[in-house]
């Protein structure tokens, strides 16, 4: 039976007495798969699994007709992410965690060549020291990419494909998402969920 989610753990780094700020930053690449279905009977949401195929991220909204407010949580149910779409002049959604953090991403509207890839812009403040990052997603197709203001490469999401079928892939609705080291992969799932929204895909 194919699994969606990997089955083999990424390497663990061999250095000891290492400290970790988050429990959501390590200093390797991980891989994630993400299952845009909810665990929840006739609810849209998503589902994230990590490389030994836990379940570790959740999305569940129980008002299909309503997307106006969704949350991230962690496996245990607490919230991680509190999201609202604004429908303004120009389409957005904005994020919010508990400490206060939050971000907003909008679609950038600029002329570009036919064939190109579309671009959305995230914008990211502080409560602690009101300081404000900026990030982009490129959309290339199938496949998007998240970069920060320098543009270095934070994550990448695509269609998850067999490791045992060449070629074989798991529907549209079956993504693995590529965290790079030292960057928080809760923050890059809000970014991912706000993405959908706005994409129409939760």
Same mark, same amino acid.
């Given at each position: ?8 753990? #990424? ?18 690449? =991980? ?8 665990l929840?009977?006739?609810s ?6 990590? *490389? ?21 949580? @962690? ?7 509190? /999201?609202?779409?604004? %429908?303004?002049?120009f +389409? ?12 907003r991403l909008?679609?950038? %509207?600029?002329? &570009? ?13 502080? *409560?602690? @020291? ?9 959309n ?9 203001? &320098? ?14 079928? @060449?070629?074989?892939? /798991? ?8 965290? =790079?080291?030292?960057? @928080? ?15 129409? +895909? #939760?």
């Amino acid at each position: 039976m194919v699994q969606i989610h990997p089955v083999q753990a #990424l390497p663990v780094n061999s250095c000891v007495g290492e400290v970790k700020s988050s429990p959501y930053v390590t200093t390797e690449q =991980e891989s994630f798969t993400i299952w845009m279905r909810s665990l929840v009977y006739h609810s849209k949401g998503c589902t994230v699994f990590d *490389s030994k195929g836990n379940l570790l991220y959740r999305v569940d909204n129980y008002d299909s007709k309503n997307c106006g407010e969704v949350y991230l949580m @962690d496996l245990y149910g607490e919230v991680l992410f509190e /999201f609202q779409q604004r %429908f303004g002049l120009f +389409k957005s959604c904005e994020g919010c965690n508990s400490t206060g953090t939050k971000f907003r991403l909008q679609k950038n %509207f600029k002329i &570009s060549p036919r064939g190109s890839s579309s671009s959305y812009k995230v914008v990211m403040r502080s *409560s602690k @020291d009101d300081q404000q990052s900026c990030y982009k997603i490129m959309n290339h197709g199938s496949v998007f990419t998240i970069e920060d203001g &320098s543009g270095r490469l934070m994550a990448e999401v695509k269609k998850k494909q067999s490791t045992n079928i @060449d070629g074989l892939y /798991f529907g549209e609705d079956v993504l693995t998402m590529v965290v =790079e080291p030292q960057v @928080d992969h809760s923050f890059i799932m809000g970014i991912v969920i706000a993405y959908g929204l706005l994409k129409c +895909k #939760l």
